[in-house]
């Protein structure tokens, strides 16, 4: 006689191995960067609170988490609210945000020598998005100069307010989980299929890799 499974005894099992599968979890470590007063800050906690937040201290910068869910990943992002001066977080970065006012243009050119700083100094090829803020408030830069910025830098413009309640901050990071799993998709398909260049590639692969969050966040404490 064969013996069967006691289902009864297996049940819990199941469910802990389907919730093992089925909800994943995963850490973004992303940088957000930006002149003073563009409103870096007010968009992270419009994002994580749905108030608006329109007080802070210059200079400061702060560490913050938010989870989400999509499909079956549960995702936890470390959000570094940073004045660009610690180069360490955008070198150990998966992804950097990029905040302008549509009110100051200068915040708006000074986002084209962020763009170059963040290639300079992350190799890893990360998705970097810019966010274009204020835009309930009167215009300094159009929405034709986002486009163009968009096309000469290859990067993706997102038009927001943090100041309107309806405003879908999170859709922003959803939009950097696509980036970087379709990244992940183009390194896979392109990965060497001779096992002496693979390992010469782990051997070359940078140190951000193996960077745990919690190290991450201690990058700004």
């Known amino acids: 006689m064969v ?8 049940s819990p099992l199941i469910g802990r191995l389907r919730s093992k599968v089925f909800h994943r979890e995963e850490t973004i470590r992303m940088v957000m960067l930006g002149s003073t007063g563009v409103g870096k800050t007010a968009l992270i906690i419009r994002c994580l609170t749905d108030q608006f937040f329109n007080h802070y201290v210059p200079g400061k910068e702060m560490a913050y988490r938010h ?13 570094m609210d940073s004045n660009g001066k610690n180069n360490a977080l955008i070198s ?15 915040s708006f050119n000074f986002v084209k020598i962020l763009i170059e700083k963040v290639r300079t100094l992350n190799l890893n090829d990360i998705p970097i998005i810019v966010i274009a803020n ?33 405003t879908d901050i999170s ?23 001779n096992p002496a260049d693979r390992m010469e590639l782990k051997t070359i692969q940078r140190k951000s890799s193996s960077l745990d969050a919690n190290d991450f966040i201690k990058l700004i404490l």
């Open 92 to 106: 150990y970065a998966d992804a950097v945000a990029l905040v302008y006012s549509v009110t100051d243009i200068e």
């Open 134 to 166: 204020k835009i309930d408030k009167k215009r300094q830069v159009s929405k034709s100069d986002a486009e163009q910025l968009s096309r000469d830098y290859d990067v993706t413009v997102f038009e927001r307010s943090a100041a309107i309640p309806t």
């Open 171 to 193: 859709s922003v990071f959803k939009e950097v989980y696509k980036m970087l799993q379709l990244k992940k998709k183009t390194r896979r398909d392109s990965d060497p299929l």
């Open 3 to 10: 013996d069967q499974p006691d289902i009864g005894r297996m």
């Open 67 to 79: 989870s989400m869910t999509i499909g079956p990943k549960k995702l936890l992002i470390d959000i």
